[in-house]
C-alpha cells in the first residue's frame, strides 16, 4: 500500500505556456501533500506544502503566481507552471505523508515519480 | 530550523563489503524522525530506514542498520553486504511529525564496484 502517483511523468512544452502536474495518493489520503524540485545530482529543494481545503505554504524564494497548488481533495495535488520558461527545466517531485492508517506509516512520507519538465 | 548536514559528496565500495553513510543534524526539537531515503537512476525515492528520536535502540532493516547518537546529532548508515543494486543516491531527512516538511542532506553518491 501507499502508493502517490504522478502524471504526466514527461512533459515538452514551449516557452510561455502552462504545465499542470497532478500527484495522487492511490490508496491513501492525505491533507497534507508537499511539492520538490530537483536539479541532477542535487537534493530535493522543497518549494511548498500544499493544504487540503486551504491555500498553499510558499517556501521563501518560489514564486506563488508562477507555481501555482491546488490540493482539490484528499487524494489529489496540482502544481501548475504558468507561462513556463527554459529555468523552469526541472524535475519535480511530490510527497504525501497518510492522515490515517497503520502505525507503521505514522510520520513517513510516499513519494511520487516525479515528473521531468523540459520547457524549450 | 533544522538543518542536515552530510558532508561526503560521494563514496564507492566493492560489492559484498560494508559501509558507512555520515549524517548530522540540528534542531532544538526534543522529538524527531530520521529517515534514509535511496535514489536510484529511476529517481523514485525509496525508504530506507527510519528512527524515531524517542527510541534508543538503533533502528535495522536487514542489510541496512543506523548508528544514532542522539547527543551527538549523528544518524549514520551502514549497509552490509554492499550489492550492485545498492548504487543510487542517499539522502537523510529529518521531520518533526507526520504532516511537517522533511529537511534533506545534500545526498551522497554510492557506488558499488563490481
Known amino acids: 500500500g501507499a502508493v502517490v502517483s504522478q502524471h504526466p511523468s514527461r512533459v515538452i512544452c514551449k516557452s510561455g505556456t502552462s504545465v499542470k502536474i497532478e500527484c495522487r495518493s492511490l490508496?491513501?489520503?492525505?491533507?497534507?501533500m508537499f511539492w520538490y524540485r530537483q536539479f541532477p545530482k542535487q537534493s530535493l529543494m522543497l518549494m511548498a506544502t500544499s493544504n487540503e481545503g486551504s491555500k498553499a505554504t510558499y517556501e521563501q524564494g518560489v514564486e506563488k503566481d508562477k507555481f501555482l497548488i491546488n490540493h482539490a481533495s484528499l487524494t489529489l495535488s496540482t502544481l501548475t507552471v504558468t507561462s513556463a520558461h527554459p529555468e523552469d527545466s526541472s524535475f519535480y517531485i511530490c510527497?504525501?505523508?497518510?492522515?490515517?492508517?497503520?502505525?507503521?506509516?505514522?510520520?513517513?512520507?510516499?513519494f511520487g515519480p516525479g515528473t521531468r519538465l523540459t520547457v524549450l | 530550523a533544522q538543518t542536515v548536514t552530510q558532508s561526503q559528496p560521494e563514496m564507492s565500495v566493492q560489492e559484498a563489503e560494508t559501509v558507512t553513510l555520515s549524517c548530522t543534524y540540528d534542531t532544538s526539537e526534543s522529538n524527531y524522525y530520521l529517515f534514509w531515503y535511496k535514489q536510484p537512476p529511476s529517481r523514485q525515492m525509496i525508504l530506507v530506514i527510519r528512527q524515531e528520536a524517542y527510541k534508543q535502540q538503533n533502528a535495522t532493516e536487514n542489510r541496512f542498520s543506523v548508528n544514532f547518537q542522539k547527543a551527538a546529532k549523528s544518524f549514520s548508515l551502514k549497509i552490509s553486504d554492499s550489492q550492485l543494486g545498492d548504487t543510487a543516491m542517499y539522502f537523510c531527512?529529518?521531520?518533526?511529525?507526520?504532516?511537517?516538511?522533511?529537511?534533506f542532506g545534500k545526498g551522497i553518491t554510492l557506488s558499488v564496484r563490481p
Open positions: 531527512a529529518f521531520t518533526t511529525g507526520a504532516n511537517s516538511k522533511l529537511t
Open positions: 490508496d491513501f489520503q492525505a491533507t497534507t
Open positions: 510527497s504525501a505523508p497518510p492522515s490515517g492508517g497503520p502505525r507503521i506509516y505514522y510520520n513517513e512520507q510516499f
